[in-house]
């Protein structure tokens, strides 16, 4: 049998199919859970959004053109939630989580698998050590290719504004992955 | 901004370049700069490590389903909200019905005849019970009198026409529990609309 489209799905969740929004969420979860994870850079945390911004979809499933594609907006969604979540009055430390649970890499020497683990921490905490929005502009525009334009939205922020976050966000990444590499 | 060939690119530029945010003509200029200039392709090559390292970056599994715990959440809330209006309707039904029953007249005489075919051992609460009824009586009285004398309050100022102490006890209460239902309407109605309906985020 053929796979159901997310317009499908969408549309029989907004029908009352309660069960069709569980599979959408099966479908999304390992993106949006990166989302999260790259800005919050805690596993546990990152879980919770993720979690929170399908429900959050859910309950704005009205608003949503069903023309447009799923993935895109319900990551902007939790994107968004990250960033209120980072920028919440108590201030928060996100020391990131020693993964091991990394995708397997075929036909990988150990050594050079632990090299490119390492180089991936390495830019995972040059990321969560980002100020919020530096990290969200950075987040939205390179894993989720928005324009500038279309993060101003996201983000709410005027077009200088989203420029200068992402300027200084990829600035110090480049600072941090070059004294990185010297090490 | 025009790029002139001969100024070097700025940081801005550079940026804009890579990202593909620069007119076409604009970008043709940068890279005209670019094929010439002995510093801006440095610049550019520090910047775009950034691009060539983040997009090395691979998604992480997830370790629980998040699907499960969205159904959970989905299932639960609006139960929740409609729990607790059936609760608030069958209080206030109850409450009604109690109210109607006690202002009945019949209502003490059926009281204290099942009390006697109960064989119960004392009538203390009947006569408990004989003062809300009083109250209602003394109310139903007073209303009728308001009806029969009220246009002549309107066009002329005179004192009311009834003992006001009487009903001090019946109105306290009746207005507490009108506030205590509204009060708890108002509290939880918000709670489940927003489990009910879509709203903004």
Not at chain 1, 170 to 183: C, P, Q, T, V, Y
Not at chain 2, 26 to 36: D, E, G, I
Not at chain 2, 174 to 181: A, C, P, S
Request: proline share 7%.
């Amino acid at each position: 049998m053929a796979e159901a489209s997310d317009r499908d799905l969408v549309l029989r969740t907004r029908g009352g199919e309660v069960d069709a929004f569980g599979e959408i969420v099966r479908r999304y979860q390992v993106s949006v859970f990166n989302v999260c994870y790259r800005l919050l850079g805690e596993r546990r945390d990152a879980e919770d959004l993720a979690q929170e911004a399908f429900l959050r979809a859910y309950q704005r499933l009205r608003s949503y053109d069903e023309e447009r594609p799923f993935g895109p907006w319900v990551r902007q969604v939790a994107a968004r939630l990250c960033l209120n979540y980072l920028e919440r009055p108590a201030p928060s430390s996100f020391p990131l989580d020693e993964e091991n649970d990394w995708p397997a890499a075929t036909g990988e020497q150990p050594e050079a698998q632990a090299r490119k683990r390492e180089r991936e921490q390495t830019i995972r905490r040059a990321l969560v050590a980002l100020p919020a929005k530096q990290r969200t502009a950075v987040e939205l525009r390179h894993f989720q290719e928005f324009s500038y334009e279309e993060i101003a939205v996201a983000m709410g922020l005027p077009l200088s504004d989203v420029k200068s976050h992402l300027f200084r966000g990829r600035k110090a990444l480049a600072e941090k992955l070059k004294s990185a590499d010297r090490i | 901004v025009p790029i002139e060939s001969e100024r070097h690119l700025t940081d801005e530029d550079l940026h804009a370049l890579l990202d593909g945010e620069l007119a076409v003509a604009t970008s043709v200029r940068a890279r005209a700069h670019l094929a010439t200039c002995p510093t801006c392709p440095a610049r550019l090559r520090e910047i775009e490590s950034v691009f060539v390292a983040l997009k090395a970056l691979p998604d992480l599994p997830v370790r629980r389903d998040l699907a499960r715990g969205v159904l959970d959440q989905l299932a639960l809330a609006p139960t929740k909200g409609r729990r607790w209006i059936w609760v608030l309707g069958a209080q206030a039904v109850a409450a009604g019905v109690l109210a109607v029953a006690l202002g009945q007249p019949a209502a003490a005489e059926w009281l204290a005849l099942a009390s006697v075919r109960l064989q119960l051992p004392s009538t203390w609460w009947l006569e408990l019970l004989a003062w809300p009824r009083a109250g209602w009586e003394a109310l139903l009285s007073q209303a009728q009198a308001v009806l029969a004398y009220g246009p002549s309050l309107i066009t002329q100022a005179r004192p009311l026409p009834w003992p006001t102490e009487g009903l001090a006890a019946p109105a306290l209460l009746t207005g507490l529990v009108v506030l205590w239902l509204a009060g708890n309407s108002l509290l939880l109605f918000p709670r489940s609309r927003g489990a009910d309906a879509p709203g903004e985020a």
